[in-house]
């Protein structure tokens, strides 16, 4: 598990197609210390163990499988482009961000960026499947970076970014039409799946009542 608090930016070394998927080398700088093959680490809010490290472990080798490479931006990352670290959380660490899992919920574009002295506004548009997650003054994880959402609408939402934000991450060299990986709030999509099993599409009484609630122990008997 993960926070979205981004720990180190680093530049890719190599991304190579393999016969499982592909092989991203990321050199690991101040996360090398206490480096481990086996870790798991978060490059752009992508979930990746760390199957090999250099002689010295300043460079971490990431086998990343077809479907994760599917879901993600990881196959168009080129050598020199940074992106996002975090080790996974402690058990005795501080949890400053929210819940992120590094299971890619799915790839938006950057639509629009406002940029001035006092704040930086990013909108993304995104599919059905993921907006259906989002709501106003939620989270989401950007390219792995815990951020509040501002608005959402069917197609898209918009998160303030702050100075801090913008100097610690790779979201400072973001554009206009590049590509960012997407993980909506674990407990968004929990709340949605036990509202889509009280409430099923296909159901011609689709309202929710006090009897559906108690049936799913939401609300007690009296």
């Known amino acids: ?32 210390e206490d480096a481990q093959v086996g870790d798991s680490i978060c490059v752009n809010g ?7 490290l250099d002689r010295h472990k300043s460079n971490a080798h990431f086998d990343v499988m077809r479907e994760t490479v599917r879901a993600s931006t990881l196959e168009t990352l080129k ?16 949890f400053g961000g929210h819940i992120v899992q590094g299971h890619v919920d799915g ?7 406002e940029k001035s002295e006092a704040k930086c506004v990013f909108r993304v548009t995104a599919g059905p499947d993921l907006m259906r997650y989002i709501i106003e003054k939620g989270s989401i994880a950007v390219d792995g970076v815990s951020l509040t959402l501002v608005d959402a609408e069917s197609d ?7 100075p801090t934000t913008l100097k610690e991450t790779n979201l400072r060299h973001k554009k206009k039409g590049d590509k960012v990986n997407l993980e909506a709030d674990l ?13 099923p599409k296909d159901s011609a009484d689709a309202k929710l009542t006090l009897d559906k609630l108690r049936e799913q122990g939401f609300v007690g008997g009296l």
């Open 107 to 113: 790839v938006g574009s950057i639509d629009r960026i």
């Open 156 to 162: 898209r939402f918009s998160v303030w970014l702050i």
């Open 46 to 52: 992508v979930c990746l163990t760390v199957s090999k």
């Open 187 to 199: 407990i968004s999509k929990w709340i949605r799946k036990r509202i889509d099993e009280i409430l």
């Open 1 to 32: 598990m993960f926070t979205g608090l981004v720990e180190s930016v680093q530049p890719v070394k190599s991304n190579t197609a393999t016969r499982l998927g592909r092989c991203l080398c990321v050199p690991l700088g101040p996360l090398a």
């Open 79 to 94: 050598p020199g482009e940074m992106v996002n670290l975090e080790r996974a959380l402690r058990a005795d660490g501080r």
